[in-house]
């Protein structure tokens, strides 16, 4: 195949598979914990880092995941901690983030708007050898802690009181979520770009919400869809001259409609059998051959 030839298309399609599986692993924890938007604000924050980057020399995708992580530690002790004045805070750190990223790249020998483009919306053509292997080893972490702390992850995410009482370090845990979060904000940012990546994290978890009941299943079948969705953008990036990320996202988008118009008739069929159940009348069985009368407890 013709993609497959070029060196640039193997580099982000190889990005695009661990930003698929990636952005949904961890995705599912922020929308259990109803932090759906944490991405987007990690990704303001991830610009300052960028900037710095850039100003340094540095590489900008590990720059990003270091001040994404001092970030996503601040918000999550503000949301901790902050009472009323908690959201003002978040949003000024949001909001510095970002203009302190675009000022220092504009202060940066190397860096233009091009450059901040790039990292706003992904780009295919920018993705290097240096991103893939940064990307790949950052990946393999927000794997490990995903999978590898799911039982943990979900009873922190699912109620903080009782997985408290139960012993779990809650703190730490809600921290780990937040560190993971950021790293995978800067896994994505080549591909996606970093005002997309929170949809990415949220919208195959949201579509597979639809036709599933257990954490596991919607666990498994939002990687498949992130995974899906990030090959087919990106392909069709390729061969359409569109920018990557907004494509990424509207075949996310197109998945999720797609899978709630399957699972609507689905779910109103179900309803509509509970409630023929019980309306149903109930049959009385005689006393003599109920299973209750048989053991004695």
Same mark, same amino acid.
């Given at each position: ?54 100003? /340094? ?66 780009? /295919? ?6 991103? $893939? ?68 994290? $949220? ?95």
């Amino acid at each position: 195949m013709e993609i497959l030839q070029t060196p640039f298309m193997q580099r982000a399609l190889i990005a695009a598979v661990l930003v698929g599986i990636t952005a949904p692993a961890v995705g599912i924890y922020l929308v259990q914990r109803r932090q759906a938007l944490m991405g987007d604000g990690i990704g303001h924050v991830a610009m300052t880092g960028v900037g710095l980057g850039f100003l /340094l020399s540095w590489s900008p995708v590990w720059v990003a995941t270091l001040v994404s992580v001092a970030g996503a530690v601040t918000m999550e002790l503000i949301r901790a901690y902050g009472r009323t004045r908690g959201d003002i805070a978040l949003a000024m750190l949001f909001y510095g983030g970002m203009a302190g990223g675009v000022l220092l790249i504009n202060l940066a020998p190397n860096g233009s708007n091009a450059n901040l483009s790039t990292y706003l919306f992904g780009s /295919l053509s920018t993705v290097s050898p240096a991103d $893939v292997t940064a990307i790949s080893l950052l990946a393999a972490f927000v794997v490990l802690v995903t999978v590898g702390l799911r039982r943990q992850l979900f009873a922190v995410s699912q109620d903080e009181e009782f997985a408290r009482v139960t012993g779990l370090p809650v703190r730490t845990l809600n921290l780990l979520i937040a560190v993971t979060a950021a790293v995978t904000v800067t896994v994505a940012m080549r591909v996606v770009g970093l005002l997309l990546v929170s949809a990415l994290m $949220v919208v195959p978890v949201a579509a597979a919400q639809q036709v599933t009941r257990s954490f596991v299943v919607t666990f498994v079948l939002a990687v498949v869809i992130g995974t899906a969705v990030t090959l087919a953008g990106t392909v069709t990036s390729y061969y359409q001259d569109v920018p990557p990320g907004a494509t990424i996202v509207l075949i996310a988008i197109g998945v999720f409609v797609l899978l709630t118009a399957v699972a609507s008739p689905l779910a109103a069929r179900r309803a509509r059998a509970l409630r023929a159940a019980d309306d149903a009348p109930d049959v009385d069985v005689p006393s003599a051959r109920r299973p209750t009368d048989e053991v004695t407890v």
